[in-house]
């Protein structure tokens, strides 16, 4: 792409931006909050497009001056800081194309959003379900330090501990283009707690994230929802065990069935499960897309495929290995205690350099 393309692609943009900073100060608009919501997230994208191009202008600009001062200044001092700005501006500018091509690329329309999670023990047992636990454990880690919050939904908890099946949501900031990676099948090899003869076993779970559903995205009628209320059973003390606070959803066009029994309030309950189940019915749709990348892909773990192993968590050697991009790290400790981030990292620029490459074709 040439920087005369580029920029008028930009051009174009400026434009659009323009446009919709006027729309959202405009109380017509205001009035329709699905409208409203909707401009606003083109806003904030669009936002750091223009910003991008503010930079990527202002690097020309200096390139240019920069070059009419080496030709025309006569003093030394002032051609050698000629010279340096324009490397500098030079160097700079790869990196500020890049950045702008990325951003011209349509991202997922789910990244900006809440992620609802489930991890569930799989092959292995009861060792299954305390490797469940360690990685609910690790995401929670990591989302405490990122600033997220995590409101557990429901979960049955393993015999020998852990989780046999752990469901929360996860609120803040883009969340679920980060998390999205996690989606698949979890391998552990390590000694269980339960082995008399210090034998390596192998171990799974599954995790898979879904794009939180906004109100504006499913509209659910009352009458296609059924409503069971039980006694929740688990830790909570008495008030939980003996209210009826419990609360069971089920869609009956979908058969889609969810339940939440973590808070003490029924209203709270069933406000939690009606945005579980809202998550649900318009995941249904989001999987379609998903096979429409998978097999362009392959970094995508959310591709829909959630059989696929995408890592392996070996404890005899300290290492993590994700299979999608080959990245193998020996800091299990550090990781298991949340320090995701540099993996993340690496899967991010795996499926930006696939994205790019996609809009290349």
Known sequence: MTENNLLSRLDGLVSRFEEVST???????????????KLNKEYRELEKIVAARTAYLQTLNGIEEA????ETDPETDMRNLAREELTACQNRLPGLEEEIKLLLVPADPQDGKNAIVEIRGGTGGDEAAIF???LYRMYAKYCENKGW?????????????????????????GVYGILKYESGVHRVQRIPQTETQGRVHTSAATVAVLPEAEEFDVEIKESDIRTDIFCASGHGGQSVNTTYSAIRLVHLPTGITVQCQ???????????ALAELRTRIYNMEYEKYLGEIASKRKTMVSSGDRSAKIRTYNYPQGRITDHRINYTIYNLSAFMDGDIQACIDHLTVAENAERLKESEL
């Open 67 to 70: 070059r009419i001062l080496l």
């Open 132 to 134: 469940a636990g360690d």
């Open 23 to 37: 729309l959202i100060a405009d109380p017509a608009v205001t009035a329709n909050m699905k409208r409203f919501v």
């Open 149 to 173: 919050t995590v409101d557990v939904t429901s979960y049955t908890e393993g015999t020998a501990g852990g989780f046999k099946e752990i469901i929360f949501s996860v609120a803040g900031e």
């Open 262 to 272: 973590d808070e003490k309030s029924q209203i709270k309950n069933k406000a939690k």
